[in-house]
Structure formats: structure tokens, C-alpha cells
């Protein structure tokens, strides 16, 4: 009988104590969503993020990135890139609220930074580049 009510409280939890929203997309950073204008990190799928500035200038930093559940680590490079292609370590910014609209988080020095989603065309190729 035991079994049965571990069992019920597991299906009956929510989805997201037992899977965290994605990361991948693109996040404005600040007190309030801003995704026409400001500072954003593009998460991309294949672990790799970008600093940019919505809607269409950067990236000015680089890195790879990695969803730790209770932090995302990252490395970090700025432009013009310097030290991308060398060991770097990893820091980490601590999750303490996460939905799939807003993550709050903490640095290491302890300073806070919140991200808010963005749709996926937020960011713009820069209106004097070419076609592909």
C-alpha cells in the first residue's frame, strides 16, 4: 500500500519538479522582459550560447554552456575572441526561480541576474549583411 501512494505522489507531481523548462532560446537580461531592445544570451541547442545586444548587434561574447538543473555553467569569451579555442573554466550562475518565461539567478559574487524569454526572432541580422 505504501508503494501505491509513493507511486500516486510521483504521478501526481508536477512536470516542472520533474523536468525544468528548456534553456535553448533567447533570454533578455534584466529586471523586466525586454526583448526589442538590450542585452540577451542566445542559447543555442548544441551547447553553445552568445552574448548579443536585441535586436540586431554581437555576439560581443561567446561560450560554451551547459544546464546543471540547480545552475548553468558557462564558459566565457569576448570579442575578438582570444582565448575561445583554450581551456577555460567554467563558471556558474545559481538558479534559484526557474519557469519557462524567467530564470533568477545569483553570480558568484552573489549578484543577481534575471533572464526573461524571448521569441526566437527577437534577434535580427545586422541590416547592412548580405544574404547568406
Not at 520533474?18 to 523586466?32: E, F
Request: aromatic share 6%.
Amino acid at each position: 500500500m505504501k508503494m501505491l501512494a509513493v507511486i500516486a505522489l510521483a504521478v501526481a507531481a508536477p512536470a516542472s519538479a520533474q523536468t525544468p523548462p528548456p534553456l535553448t532560446g533567447v533570454w533578455s537580461i534584466g529586471q523586466t522582459r525586454n526583448c526589442t531592445a538590450g542585452p540577451a544570451w542566445a542559447f543555442l541547442a548544441d551547447g553553445i550560447y552568445a552574448e548579443v545586444t536585441l535586436p540586431d548587434r554581437g555576439p560581443s561574447a561567446i561560450g560554451l554552456w551547459k544546464d546543471e538543473g540547480t545552475a548553468i555553467a558557462f564558459t566565457h569569451s569576448h570579442m575578438p575572441f582570444p582565448k575561445l579555442m583554450e581551456t577555460s573554466q567554467m563558471l556558474r550562475l545559481t538558479i534559484e526561480r526557474r519557469t519557462a518565461d524567467m530564470l533568477v539567478m545569483r553570480n558568484r559574487s552573489g549578484e543577481p541576474r534575471i533572464f526573461h524569454r524571448c521569441p526566437a526572432d527577437a534577434v535580427k541580422a545586422p541590416a547592412k549583411q548580405g544574404a547568406h
